[in-house]
């Protein structure tokens, strides 16, 4: 609101409305791919300020279009970026979008752009993925998008203690996108509380949620301090200085001696999980297969013609039976055994394609052929 540009546009219809005369903003995101909305059951969503104060862009301005993908080329070209992470998708007309990242596209067709879009539903999200018109006839040109599908599950599942199912139930869902191989995933962001700030949430719960992001199909995002159980609620609080990097900090937490022991224990665990994602090509591009689907124990695994890795958690607070079979799995022996890459579980023995073990509470392993 402090802009010059507030007061003074470069045209008559550059915002939607004027400081004094505008929309507030409602959030209804759902609209933007409803077929039965109208544009004036559309308009505050696309059209409202944000907190009634942050002036909104009037997209359909030609000289406001032209201004923005101008602005946009300028920086790719000035600095080189390999990628932009765009906000808020849903209160942008879909029709900016694809002429936006197409002429980002056209100049530079190996920048990849990442898309906010805060929602839950995944038939949402992957509206908004390139690969495919919506009914509206677009295709958004907008490569990736962060799944928050997937977030909200995981925070229920390993923070607070629910049922893993919910993880499973989003995984189901992929069919909706065009390609959700590189949906962005990750426990937290800048926007929210920390995973270690919800109720119930330990280091443990948040080690087996890195597992999961860092061995499933997509592309995990890791948020600063997440490496060390950093804690922090709502803004400003979720966005704390990182131990060590700042003049008069106490302890440096970049080196090891400047860690708490779980500190340590987090960092390590992480690092470990880089280093498997990085060695066992399946973790970054195998095809997702998933074997048990239980109400707090999960197995999938990661496939490719070479290779097959076994993930399996068990998310309840007592050791659980788990069973479950891996015949269809060419790349395993019909008889034969497994080692945990995370050192946390016994060799697994095969035996005619069935797997049968007692698995500690709250573990998860890597599976690999011993």
Avoid: C
């Avoid at 069973?323 to 890459?341: A, E, R, W, Y």
């Amino acid at each position: 609101p402090y802009h010059i540009w507030a007061n003074d546009p470069p045209t008559p219809t550059w915002w939607n409305g004027t400081l004094e005369n505008h929309l507030s903003n409602n959030w209804q995101k759902w609209t933007a791919m409803n077929p039965r909305a109208t544009y004036q059951t559309q308009r505050r969503n696309i059209d409202g300020w944000f907190i009634d104060i942050l002036p909104d862009f009037n997209q359909n301005d030609p000289e406001v279009e032209k201004y923005l993908i101008q602005n946009s080329l300028w920086w790719l070209e000035m600095n080189g970026f390999d990628a932009i992470r765009m906000d808020t998708l849903p209160h942008v007309p879909r029709s900016f979008w694809e002429k936006w990242g197409g002429a980002i596209k056209r100049e530079y067709p190996n920048v990849n752009i990442l898309g906010e879009l805060y929602d839950g539903d995944p038939a949402l999200i992957s509206y908004f993925q390139t690969g495919r018109r919506g009914h509206d006839g677009i295709d958004t040109n907008i490569d990736t998008l962060y799944d928050f599908a997937l977030f909200y599950p995981i925070r229920n599942a390993f923070a607070q203690g629910k049922s893993i199912r919910e993880i499973s139930q989003i995984f189901s869902k992929d069919w909706l996108y065009p390609n959700s191989e590189v949906l962005t995933t990750f426990l937290g962001v800048h926007d929210m509380p920390r995973f270690m700030n919800e109720s119930g949430a330990t280091a443990e719960g948040l080690k087996l949620a890195q597992t999961l992001i860092m061995t499933s199909r997509g592309t995990p995002l890791l948020y600063y301090g997440d490496e060390l159980a950093m804690r922090g609620g709502g803004d400003p609080d979720n966005r704390r200085d990182f131990p060590g990097g700042f003049p008069g900090d106490t302890r440096n937490a970049f080196t090891n001696s400047g860690r708490t022991a779980e500190e340590k224990d987090v960092w390590n665990h992480l690092a470990l999980l880089g280093k498997l994602r990085h060695e066992l090509e399946p973790l970054r591009n195998g095809k997702s297969l998933d074997l048990l689907d239980e109400e707090q124990q999960m197995t999938y695994a990661r496939i490719t013609e070479n290779q097959a890795v076994l993930m399996i958690f068990n998310n309840d607070t007592k050791a659980a039976n788990v069973q479950f079979d891996v015949s269809m799995i060419k790349q395993f022996p019909t008889n034969g055994n497994l080692s945990d890459k995370l050192g946390k579980l016994p060799d697994i023995k095969i035996q005619n394609g069935k797997i049968k073990f007692s698995m500690p509470a709250r573990t998860a392993g890597v599976l690999t052929l011993k």
